[in-house]
T-cell receptor, first 113, second 115 residues
């Protein structure tokens, strides 16, 4: 089972920031937080990941709370093309634990004009 | 930017027939994966493959399924005798594997339709 909890859906106005929350209260010290999204039935697309520090790349920012029990993905200026299912996944990056990703139901983000 | 490629994009097969789904992982990646997604459901892990052997498999990955890396670039998923319930999107993924901080990347999938 997925080790994260996300709201089932969110709406966002085009051009505004989209803030997608994720709860991962049972995260272990060596587990990373990954965010992916899936547009229609395309393959999951990697967005960003982090361990404990906040991260930013050309797509998004990831804010992880100090206790690491929750995080927020921020799309700074959402466009209609950002409408997708967003998945928050925790994973250990060591082969002994397996490298698979366990997907939950994710959050359906609808960006509206 | 390198990407995972999958062929065919859509495969229609009669129930009971064998099907092979093909993937070309990113060239410097070491771990390869198959996932599936039944319409309207979650993405589910099937199998991971490293160093020419299965490293982990799920309960879904029964004796009807097999994986192979027949050469230095391709990674295949074979379903020996397809069932109606095998109809799904099948996604291939790859990453650098052990201790790597780099993410897993996915192909755009093969839609498998069993008639």
């Amino acid at each position: 089972d997925a080790k994260t909890t996300q709201p089932p859906s969110m709406d966002c106005a085009e051009g505004r920031a989209a803030n997608l929350p994720c709860n991962h209260s049972t995260i272990s010290g060596n587990e990373y937080v990954y965010w992916y999204r899936q547009i229609h039935s395309q393959g999951p697309q990697y967005i960003i990941h982090g361990l404990k520090n906040n991260e930013t790349n050309e797509m998004a920012s990831l804010i992880i709370t100090e206790d690491r029990k929750s995080s927020t993905l921020i799309l700074p200026h959402a466009t209609l093309r950002d409408t997708a299912v967003y998945y928050c996944i925790v994973r250990v990056n060591q082969v002994e634990y397996g490298n698979k990703l366990v997907f939950g139901a994710g959050t359906i983000l609808r960006v509206k004009s | 930017e390198p990407e995972v490629t999958q062929t065919p994009s859509h495969q229609v097969t009669q129930m009971g027939q064998e099907v092979i789904l093909r993937c070309v992982p990113i060239s410097n990646h070491l771990y390869f994966y198959w996932y599936r997604q039944i319409l309207g459901q979650k993405v589910e892990f099937l199998v991971s493959f490293y160093n020419n052997e299965i490293s982990e498999k799920s309960e879904i990955f029964d004796d009807q399924f097999s994986v192979e890396r027949p050469d230095g670039s391709n990674f295949t998923l074979k379903i020996r005798s397809t069932k109606l319930e095998d109809s799904a999107m099948y996604f291939c993924a790859s990453d650098r594997g052990k201790y790597s901080n780099q993410p897993q990347h996915f192909g755009d999938g093969t839609r498998l339709s069993i008639l």
